[in-house]
T-cell receptor, first 117, second 116 residues
Framework: AQKITQTQPGMFVQEKEAVTLDCTYD???????LFWYKQPSSGEMIFLIY??????QNATEGRYSLNFQKARKSANLVISASQLGDSAMYFC??????????????FGTGTRLQVFP | GAVVSQHPSWVICKSGTSVKIECRSL??????MFWYRQFPKQSLMLMAT?????????EQGVEKDKFLINHASLTLSTLTVTSAHPEDSSFYIC????????????FGPGTRLTVT
């Protein structure tokens, strides 16, 4: 079974509008972390936001917020006030365990977001 | 923030030759680094975990004799693609966790390998 599922291969959004990128995960470990990364065409992986499984509140970082619904095992990324520079691939990832140097990230297949004027 | 560098950023080599890719943590020490491979329009697939002072841990299906990993110091890990073939052409990315904040991994800018 897929550990991380991103069902939207591509999304379009108009500039200044909000957009939600979906991510569901599967784990039996009570301790885990969820990440979102942005990958522009240059290839670099840019860390956006992190949500721990025990965090009581949804994570927010500027225009990025994570809609964490633990019972549904979903961790959707919400980008508010989209900008043309937000056009990129977006990956959801999960780390199982409480977090140690050997904990690896498992990535979803990604969503390509295109922001149009 | 912490920076991870990779060298070279791109490389073209002939089939049958070996290529070494370096991953350096510039302002922090990394006892563990991760190597990923990303084919065009696909996700990142973890190849192996590089451990300073011990052998690398390879993911299932990754040939350890083909992809040699050496974690030479607390700031350097190298991936050597031996006897490269065109199907090894890919984007290779390394990452290192921030020991001060395990909620974050820092990724290198990636190395694009083309085998002709």
């Amino acid at each position: 079974a897929q550990k991380i599922t991103q069902t939207q291969p591509g999304m379009f959004v108009q500039e200044k509008e909000a957009v939600t990128l979906d991510c569901t995960y599967d784990t039996s470990d009570p301790s885990y972390g969820l990440f979102w990364y942005k990958q522009p065409s240059s290839g670099e992986m840019i860390f956006l936001i992190y949500q721990g499984s025990y965090d009581q509140q949804n994570a927010t970082e500027g225009r990025y917020s994570l809609n964490f619904q633990k019972a549904r095992k979903s961790a959707n990324l919400v980008i508010s006030a989209s900008q043309l520079g937000d056009s990129a691939m977006y990956f959801c990832a999960m780390r199982e365990g409480r977090g140690s140097n050997t904990d690896k990230l498992i990535f979803g297949t990604g969503t390509r977001l295109q922001v149009f004027p | 923030g912490a920076v991870v560098s990779q060298h070279p950023s791109w490389v073209i080599c002939k089939s049958g030759t070996s290529v070494k890719i370096e991953c350096r943590s510039l302002d922090f020490q990394a006892t563990t680094m991760f190597w990923y491979r990303q084919f065009p329009k696909q996700s990142l697939m973890l190849m192996a975990t590089s451990n300073e002072g011990s052998k690398a841990t390879y993911e299932q299906g990754v040939e350890k004799d083909k992809f040699l990993i050496n974690h030479a110091s607390l700031t350097l890990s190298t991936l050597t693609v031996t006897s490269a073939h065109p199907e090894d052409s890919s984007f290779y990315i390394c990452s290192a966790p921030n020991s001060g904040s395990l909620n974050e991994q820092y990724f290198g800018p990636g190395t694009r390998l083309t085998v002709t």
